[in-house]
């Protein structure tokens, strides 16, 4: 079957430090990856959509200066959230897409202290 | 641009009750229509979709929604609620000039259900 795995689970950083998560599609080809994050008590937003061979499109309010993506074979994506502070905590989901499902994996919670 | 409203974000019923929990949505181009529940500290789990066709669509655990064109809304329907689905359920489009590769999502419903 189709699986995403999402990793770490669980992370704390420092206030001003850097955390990197990693996303691997297993049992499928992920031709795109979208990343969004869950903040407190709130929805999920949409940070970005990657797609293999084009460019990785942010939405509104995130950049690729503080979340750079990768997304360098059609198995695995990272992103990377540069000087956490506290409105960055909260749960990181990636959804992998093949042909036709997007897979959510479980998610990776982000505590910055 | 797409969006999705929730109108209530906390709904408690009790067990053996039927549910409903209202989606609207909002979208400039043809969408997928999703439901998803997530339970505490975990992470999303497919309850059912809309492509096209009947606009009554059955999911897992005994969930049903209907697609209203005309409303644009999504409602999620249960028969009688057991305690183990109390959850956040969040209602999501997936537009088309993305290749239905992204979600908006609503900002969920709290669902209680009382023993």
């Known amino acids: 079957g189709a699986l995403v795995y999402q990793y770490p689970r669980r992370t704390i950083c420092k206030s001003g430090t850097s955390m990197r998560m990693e996303c691997q599609a297993v049992?499928?080809?992920?031709?795109?990856v979208a990343w969004y994050r869950q903040s407190p008590q709130k929805t999920f937003e949409l940070i970005a959509l990657?797609?293999?061979?084009?460019?990785?499109?942010?939405e509104q309010n995130f950049t690729q200066e503080k979340f750079p993506i990768s997304h360098p074979n059609l198995s695995f994506s990272s992103m990377t959230v540069l000087n956490a502070y506290l409105e960055d905590r909260g749960l990181y989901l990636c959804?992998?897409?093949?042909?036709?499902?997007?897979?959510f994996g479980k998610g990776t919670r982000l505590t910055v202290v | 641009a797409q969006s999705v409203t929730q109108p209530d974000a906390r709904v408690t019923v009790s067990e053996g009750a039927s549910l409903q929990l209202r989606c609207k949505y909002s979208s400039s181009v043809t969408p997928y229509l999703f439901w998803y529940v997530q339970y505490p500290r975990q992470g999303l789990q497919l309850l059912l979709k809309?492509?096209?066709?009947?606009?009554v669509v059955q999911g897992v655990n005994g969930f049903e929604a209907e697609f209203s064109k005309s409303n644009s809304s999504f409602h999620l329907r249960k028969a009688s609620v057991h305690w183990s689905d109390s959850a956040v359920y969040f209602c999501a489009v997936s537009p088309s000039n993305t290749g239905y590769q992204n979600f908006y999502f609503g900002k969920g419903t709290s669902l209680t259900v009382i023993p």
């Open positions: 049992g499928f080809q992920a031709t795109s």
């Open positions: 809309y492509y096209s066709g009947d606009p």
């Open positions: 990657s797609t293999v061979n084009s460019a990785i499109k942010y």
């Open positions: 959804g992998a897409k093949d042909r036709g499902e997007v897979f």
